[in-house]
């Protein structure tokens, strides 16, 4: 069963920063492909970050890149998010999701609010 909870979410002031973890049992991380969403109140979930199993190759969504890094620890079977720069439009639940190996979001965590203020 795998199981994954995010951790690190709150309040912060615009232009502050935020560190999340994704912390994984059941299964070894690093064999699979990891990634961050978020969906924010009355809006569609968002791809935010994903990276690769070795943590080589990382992508982003349009409105986080340059200010998100994600990044992995295969040995802590835990992904991270580091947030810098934070604007309102960033506050949403934040996901942490388990991908499947055709490349499609699996597992998925309980969620983490952040919520910036302006």
């Known amino acids: 069963q795998v199981q994954l909870v995010e951790s690190g979410g709150g309040l912060v002031q615009a232009g502050g920063s935020l560190r999340l973890s994704c912390a994984a049992s059941?299964?070894?991380?690093?064999?699979?492909?990891m990634g961050w969403f978020r969906q924010a109140p009355g809006k569609e979930r968002e791809f935010v970050a994903s990276?690769?199993?070795?943590?080589?190759?990382?992508y982003y969504g349009d409105s986080v890149k340059g200010r998100f890094t994600i990044s992995r620890d295969n040995a802590k079977n835990t992904m991270y998010l580091q947030m810098n720069s934070l604007k309102p439009e960033d506050t949403a639940v934040y996901y942490c999701?388990?991908?499947?190996?055709?490349?499609?979001?699996?597992?998925w965590g309980q969620g983490t609010p952040v919520t910036v203020s302006s």
């Open positions: 990276i690769s199993r070795s943590g080589g190759a990382t």
């Open positions: 999701t388990m991908y499947n190996v055709v490349g499609l979001p699996n597992y």
């Open positions: 059941g299964r070894a991380i690093s064999t699979y492909t």
